[in-house]
């Protein structure tokens, strides 16, 4: 559908540097790494997330990778990165606390939501804001 995610997140990555994570996503999907699709490590959280440039059937490629012997000796899993779950926030000021945040975030005025997640990533001033599923008022 129009409606499907373009990037899928592999969780438990710690055991593969981010060269591997690309070469092996190169591997299952066929596609090159920069022109096809784009890599974001987030060690803070054990992921990483694949953005694909192309388009391609995101849950086909998820169920490759749970198929994928490497990816299944290194016990990573891949999941769909749902389009509007969570955001990532970048330069936000030092000082500003997670409560700031949920409730700006929250605000009809910006746009928001029901937040039912931040986390604070003070050494990169930014965060990642993770919204309730709100599925049923779509």
């Given at each position: 559908s129009a409606e499907m995610s373009?990037?899928?997140?592999l969780e438990n990555v710690q055991g593969c540097s981010a060269k591997c994570i690309r070469m092996l996503l190169e591997n299952i999907s066929g596609l090159d790494v920069d022109d096809d699709f784009t890599v974001e490590m987030i060690p803070e959280l054990n992921i990483a997330v694949a953005t694909?440039?192309?388009?391609?059937?995101?849950?086909?490629?998820?169920?490759?990778?749970?198929q994928n012997k490497r990816v299944t000796e290194f016990n990573m899993t891949a999941r769909l990165l749902e389009v509007t779950s969570?955001?990532?926030?970048?330069?936000?000021?030092?000082?500003?606390s997670t409560e700031y945040i949920t409730v700006?975030?929250?605000?009809a005025r910006n746009g928001g939501g029901p937040v039912s997640d931040v986390q604070l990533f003070p050494k990169e001033n930014s965060a990642i804001i993770t919204f309730c599923d709100h599925k049923g008022n779509a």
């Amino acid at each position: 559908s129009a409606e499907m995610s373009p990037s899928v997140v592999l969780e438990n990555v710690q055991g593969c540097s981010a060269k591997c994570i690309r070469m092996l996503l190169e591997n299952i999907s066929g596609l090159d790494v920069d022109d096809d699709f784009t890599v974001e490590m987030i060690p803070e959280l054990n992921i990483a997330v694949a953005t694909f440039l192309k388009s391609i059937d995101t849950q086909e490629f998820v169920n490759k990778c749970a198929q994928n012997k490497r990816v299944t000796e290194f016990n990573m899993t891949a999941r769909l990165l749902e389009v509007t779950s969570s955001i990532k926030a970048e330069n936000i000021p030092d000082n500003i606390s997670t409560e700031y945040i949920t409730v700006y975030f929250e605000s009809a005025r910006n746009g928001g939501g029901p937040v039912s997640d931040v986390q604070l990533f003070p050494k990169e001033n930014s965060a990642i804001i993770t919204f309730c599923d709100h599925k049923g008022n779509a």
